[in-house]
């Protein structure tokens, strides 16, 4: 059988044919449902990375794309494996890719150098954060003290989101740290704070004292954030007890209902310290369903 992609090049030249698969993968992967693509678009993809296409054409770099589109193709590519389980770092052309491109990696997240990664809010934009993560190119604590040492912006992207949480995964040494210091409130705004706190809350890791900070925040959106994302990620915390133990006496309301609805059974006694009625109608409420199970 004849090879298609041959007979193509032959015609028109590498360039051009590769710039025509890279078009075709770029249309799979950002499919959308109004595209009647979108209904092959999963298993496609799926396709591509194995087939080793992606390999081959994307991370090849050497055709004359459109850098802002290879370079977004890319992450989004790499997002979509890192959901799906895919091992891209053991296709020796992506690690190739990775290796060239360390500094402009860092570059970009170290110091917002490409300012559509920073102000745009695409989730997609996370996966060039992974591959510098996952393949060494970049450190996460460099780049939470260097994004998040001091940062008094009013609005979080959700670029910033993404990135705390990357982060997380893999180092919350500098997050504590931040979080205990002194003057921690007034370095970072509230929403970057609660992120943080959410950040930290996501992976189970706590320290007592940073959890009494999440409780004595300033800003009760960040205090809340922090709070609820302890009582949705309780499960993942070694030291539960005494996490929960800091946060109980929330003086927000929202905080202590949200606390009170959610938190396993055998930690409400911790709420008898809440001093409003309708918090501690409901953990006698729940503690009594509880009895009669």
């Known amino acids: 059988m004849t090879n298609l992609y041959d007979v193509v ?16 993968i770029y249309d799979v992967f950002s499919a959308k449902k109004k595209s009647s693509i979108f209904f092959h678009a ?30 977004e193709l890319i992450s989004i590519i790499f997002a979509y494996s890192i959901r799906t389980g895919i091992d891209l770092t053991s296709d020796p052309n992506f690690n190739n890719w990775i290796r060239g491109n360390g500094d402009r990696l860092n570059k970009m997240i170290n110091e917002g150098a490409c300012s559509s990664y920073w102000n745009r809010a695409p989730a997609e934009f996370i996966g060039i954060i992974e591959a510098g993560f996952i393949t060494g190119v970049s450190n996460p604590e460099v780049i939470f003290k260097a994004r998040f040492h001091r940062n008094k912006t009013s609005y979080k992207s959700q670029f910033d989101i993404e990135l705390l949480r990357a982060i997380a995964r893999r180092s919350t040494t500098g997050m504590i740290q ?3 210091d002194q003057d921690f409130g007034s370095r970072l705004s509230h929403p970057i704070r609660g992120e943080i706190f959410a950040s930290l809350a996501s992976v189970g890791c706590l320290t007592k004292k940073a959890a009494r900070k999440i ?4 800003s009760e959106e960040a205090s809340e954030i922090g709070i609820k994302a302890i009582a949705d990620n309780i499960t993942k915390f070694k030291n539960a007890a005494e996490v929960l133990s800091q946060v109980m006496d929330t003086r927000h309301t929202n905080s202590a209902i949200y606390l009170a609805r959610t938190i396993p059974r055998e930690y409400l006694p911790f709420m008898a310290v809440c001093q409003n009625q309708a918090v501690r109608e409901l953990v006698v409420n729940r503690m009594q369903e509880g009895n009669n199970v």
Do not use: C, H
């Open 42 to 71: 999963e298993g496609m993809k799926d396709d591509i990375i194995s087939s080793g296409v992606a390999g081959e054409i994307i991370f090849a770099d050497f055709a004359p794309y459109n850098r802002d589109v290879w370079g």
């Open 215 to 218: 409780r004595s925040d300033s």
């Open 178 to 180: 931040s979080v205990e």
């Open 9 to 24: 090049t032959k015609s028109w030249g590498s360039a051009k044919s590769n710039q025509l698969i890279l078009d075709a």
